[in-house]
């Protein structure tokens, strides 16, 4: 299936640029038919100005051509125009597409697509991403540092026919807070692969982890697990009717969102409010909290230094179990989830033969 043409990228330009592409078009077949007209003759005919088909006419180097029509020669060069749901990249372009939603921004004068992260991980895996797909991008990147404290990275370009490609894709443009939602063209029609990858990345920017909220003035709590879109008041019905067609599409599949296992990561080691260890967070259905010392979350260094220590003893032979009861009558148990700690190594059953997932969540 056609995502996207030429005419879609051209399109994403302004009025005036749009006319002078096809204008441009016209004076093609004009001076093909009339190879004796010279660019005054072809810009009477054309009613425009002669100045503009002087440089269109002018041969070599100095040879001008409208700056939509730019944008589109060098997606064409890089085998992206036309754009087809079965191109070998629609995957990887539908995740970051996704990622754009949430973590990624394109200003609203269409000059700079950006990614933020504080996570220094995932601005060289958005990194790796946009050059395979956008080759040509590898020498326009521009990494800083930004947030209050400095303390996040964002990964910019300014290169047009990425950002235009994009745009013709579907990303929202501008401050997203005050920009309504939507899916992009065609998103109904797409095959599942294409919808997963998308969710994929929208659920890896704005997908929340469980933590225990500690507060000094007032009653500490518990944070569920949580997928969250900020928007200005006035969209608040067009933004709650994006999220139930989100939760449609979960429907759709049949299976209910889960967020991909974070004790992999040694970042959230997860526990149920009575202190029993939940080795997987899929399975959980109450309040949870992470592992916490002397009031502070315990960090990936601080969690195995504890864990070789042997203590707490229950802790540690909670996290044997493989699979946990949680796991026992899991459909992927054996397939996409090992089950258990993925920590300590596994040794499956001969009988088994694990599939690793294609996407960092399991829907």
Known sequence: MLLISEQDVINTYSENEQNSCAKYSEYLNLAKLNPSFGYKKCAKLLNIPAGRTRWWHTKGEKKATPVALKAVEKLKQNNLLPFA?????????????????????????LNTLSFISSVEENIELWKKDLIEVFPFIKNKLNLIHVGEYGHAFSLRTCDRAVIRFFVALGVPVGDKVIVPYSFPRNFDSLNRHLILSFFDGLFSAEISVPRFQARTRCKS?????????????????????????????????????????????GKNLIVDVNGKVLPCPIWINKHSMNLIK???????????????????????????????NYCIDCRYWGKQCTGGCPLIPLELPKDIQVKHSEFSYVI
């Open 85 to 109: 749901s079965k191109h070998k990249h629609a995957k990887t372009i539908f995740r970051m597409l996704g990622m754009l939603y949430g973590d990624g921004c394109i200003d609203r004068n």
């Open 294 to 324: 002397n009031n502070k979350f315990l960090s990936k260094e601080e969690f195995l230094e504890e864990w070789n220590k042997g203590v707490p003893l229950e802790l540690r032979k909670a996290l044997l179990k493989r699979p946990s």
């Open 221 to 265: 709590y518990f944070k569920n697990f949580s997928f969250s879109l900020s928007k200005d008041q006035v969209l608040e019905e067009s933004h709650i009717e994006f999220m139930k067609q989100i939760m449609v599409y979960m429907k759709k599949f049949g299976e209910k969102l889960y967020a991909h296992c974070h004790i992999l990561t």
